[in-house]
């Protein structure tokens, strides 16, 4: 009983159910929406910011934020959209590896400014964002790189469906599974944890803190250059204003998946579920006929909600100073923590 | 005597920061297993020596020897690697991950051949651990709902995870109860057995004997002696933490006692004080000494009103009045010098001029409008009389000494017109000639009929400027004392719980 209730309790479960509820409510209303193919549909429309969104769940757990992931994508994206259009015979397999190369790079110039400068993340990103996004102009020229400039190759690959679900989908389980095995079973997926939620005993651990924030900023940076190929192919068009503001429904993602902007707390599933929450919001409400504004300002509550869950009681208990209050609280907290469920691993 | 030859020494070791000589030409040994008592009092340069040996600080000169050869502790990890480890006084652990985790993180168990984590024998393993030190914990329960003896007691299996030879422990029974400090010493016998060699840092003088082979004592950063713990006595090692040239003098000057101006009355928190009551008169500097932790710092935070959970009645003059927030403090005259300067005392990156007026921009305004020339005169006056060392007024705060911001805190306070200041370590971490400004100040105030709370952990100071003195331990006032009573040997035997 009480393991159930501290099951429910759980971030991701709620907003698992919050999730399913939304479905059960929109499917009510307009039970098309219900259709596998629409479900799918809804699912890889979501995909980038899904990807996104756990690239910068590693960048936020180590008390960083990666604000220039959206100009990251753009920026890989025209690169790889002017390449395929200048030599269509290149494989587009060959520009996929580029792309995440590239978006890999983007980011460690980020993580080298927080890691070696101490430059505070969200002073960099905002940076970056501008010389990435400034960049795009500056190679393409103001023009736009359209469908028919770019090979069927290039156009089809994230479209082909495997055991009736698209590449782009797949991709985006592929990154999740990748995430889940690194934060559960890598020594290095932990260290993200541990840098975040207290840097202080990190270090004492024998972590440099820095470097794990380094590597946060190039995992994030070569899931946004991937995202930019898979956003420019679906979308069949590059040009400098792609996906401008992406980076704050990311961000908001995260937030709303409980992934704490103070550090060290957040799951997989969380970013996942945080993701899925705003692609449900922004794809599917139309379709019940609510408005874009009321998706927005639906959006905006949901954040500050989950801001409100996630700050924990602020007050704190006084020092145990008193021999008494030492006892005490020894008694109290070892009976307390007899019974306590286990949780955790 | 010595049976063996040491396992861990320090030869001639020195570490400077800006102003200060954190350890001057101090050396140790530690032996195999036994246990060694480091003394000394706050500021002695013990948690200095701690980050020293495990790598988190390196010292300009000296010699580190480690199992017969001289090595270099880089870092952290190094220190952990050749098998020295720290339980450390505020314990450094993540507070959002299992008992397992903090056990192993850092150096995690991995199976296969991709070396992916092993959860289940880390569980398996801090299971066992947890049970060798009979500590009642679930390796899965997370760590933020544990209580601190708990905390560290996961800390201590940490330690024991990896094959520790020398263990530190700082103040571990700092915050355990007398049932977890019992299974703390059963365990550092374990520990001596198989032969780690143990350097134990306390306060508590009945841990020493009840616990120690051997003691090493500092003071201010100096090696002061060593020995075996069955050649040396309470009061003696009393005397060789204490002992110093007084020789410091101090501008202690006599002020005509008035009637009393403050009392507090009852004073008791939950878990952090006790029937705390006193009263100050004008023209008094009543000094509270302890050691840190003994709950003074918690004491003043509550007389101004910041603690909820602390119960207490204020009279000024007399007259009962309700202090429920720092605001309702300054209105009653009883004003505030924190400790944590530049967190809690002066905001650094405004000019010095703001930081006087703050407290009373309401006056200093016209018609609603601040006035910067108003503020200035303000800033002039107090920080003259201060004699504040600066170029102009407004200079930001930031680019001053910490003497010379601690002048800039106390004109802030004092252009309020107090009747009562608090000075919670008013000369931490100054250089000399502002501290001597600083006590030359507070004598001038008492003269001028103020009344001076002065918490201190430092001895020559409360002994040297206080007319009155309190000693706290462990949240309660054990002893008062007045100045002509008062000798180093009773005040620091009261703070630290010796039997008289």
Known sequence: MNSIVEFLKRREVLLGIVVLCMIAIIGSINPNFLQIRNLISVYNDTSILIILALGQMLVILTRCIDLSVAANLALTGMVVGLLNAAFPGFPVEGLIVLAVLMGACLGAINGAFVWLLGVPAIVVTLGTMSIYRGSIFLLSGGDWVNAHQMSPAFLAIPRQLFLGVPVLSWMSLIVIALMVYITRFRPFGRQFFAAGGNPRAAFYTGINVGFVQFRAFVISGALAGLCGYLWVSRYAVAYTEVANGFELQVVAACVIGGISIMGGVGTVAGAFLGALFLGIISNSLSIIGVSQFWQMAISGAVIIIAVIANSRSEKKPGRIILREAVAADAIDESARGDTRPATGQ | MESTSPLFALRNVTKVFPGVRALDDVRLELYPGQVTALVGENGAGKSTLVKTMTGIYQPESGEIWYDGQQVTIRNPEDARQMGITAIHQETVLFDDMTVA?????????????????????????????????????????????????????????????????????????????????????????????????????????????????????????????????????????????????????????????????????????????????????????????????????????????????????????????????????????????????????????????????????????????????????????????????????????????????????????LA????????????????????????????????????????????????????????????????????????????????????A
């Open chain 2, 101 to 413: 985790e903090n056990i192993f993180a850092g150096s995690y168990l991995t199976r296969g051949r991709f070396g992916n984590l092993d959860w289940k024998a880390m569980n398996r393993r801090a299971q066992e651990i947890l049970h060798d030190i009979e500590a009642p914990l679930s390796p899965t329960a997370m760590l933020s709902g544990l209580s601190i003896g708990q905390k560290h007691m996961v800390a201590i299996a940490r330690a024991l995870s990896v094959d520790a030879r020398v263990v530190i422990l700082d103040e571990p029974t700092a915050a355990l109860s007398h049932h977890e400090i019992h299974e703390l010493y059963e365990l550092v016998r374990r520990l001596k057995a198989r032969g780690t060699a143990i350097m134990f840092i306390t306060h508590k003088f009945d841990e020493i004997f009840a616990i120690a082979d051997r003691y090493t004592v500092f003071r201010d950063g100096a090696f002061v002696g060593d020995g075996r713990i069955e050649d040396v006595t309470e009061p003696e090692l009393v005397e060789m933490m204490v002992a110093r040239s007084l020789n410091e003098t101090y501008p202690k000057v006599e002020a005509p006692l008035g009637e009393e101006v403050f009392r507090a009355e009852g004073f008791s928190h939950p878990t952090e004080f006790a029937d705390i009551s006193f009263a100050v008169r004008k023209g008094e500097i009543l000094g509270f000494y302890g050691l840190v932790g003994a709950g003074r710092t918690e004491i003043m935070r509550a007389l101004i009103g910041l603690s909820e959970q602390a119960r207490g009645e204020i009279y000024i003059e007399g007259q009962r009045v309700s202090v429920r927030s720092p605001a309702d403090a300054v209105q009653a005259g009883l004003v505030y010098v924190p400790e944590e300067r530049q967190q809690q005392g002066v905001m650094l990156d405004m000019p010095i001029y703001q930081n006087i007026s703050l407290p009373q921009l309401h006056r200093t305004s016209r018609a609603g409008f601040l006035s910067t020339r108003n503020e200035l005169a303000v800033a002039r006056q107090y920080g003259e009389r201060l004699n504040v060392k600066t170029s102009s007024w407004s200079e930001l705060v930031n680019n001053l000494s910490g003497g010379n911001q601690q002048k800039v805190v106390i004109a802030k306070w």
């Open chain 2, 416 to 499: 309020t017109h107090p009747r009562v200041i608090i000075m919670d370590e008013p000369t931490k971490g100054i250089d000399i000639g502002s501290k001597a400004a600083v006590h030359a100040f507070m004598s001038e105030l008492v003269q001028q009929g103020l009344a001076v709370i002065m918490v201190s952990s430092e001895l020559p100071e409360i002994m040297g400027m206080a007319d009155r003195m309190i000693v706290m331990n462990e949240g309660r006032q054990v002893r008062e004392f007045t100045r002509d009573e008062a000798t180093a040997e009773a005040i620091v035997s009261a703070a630290t719980g010796v039997r």
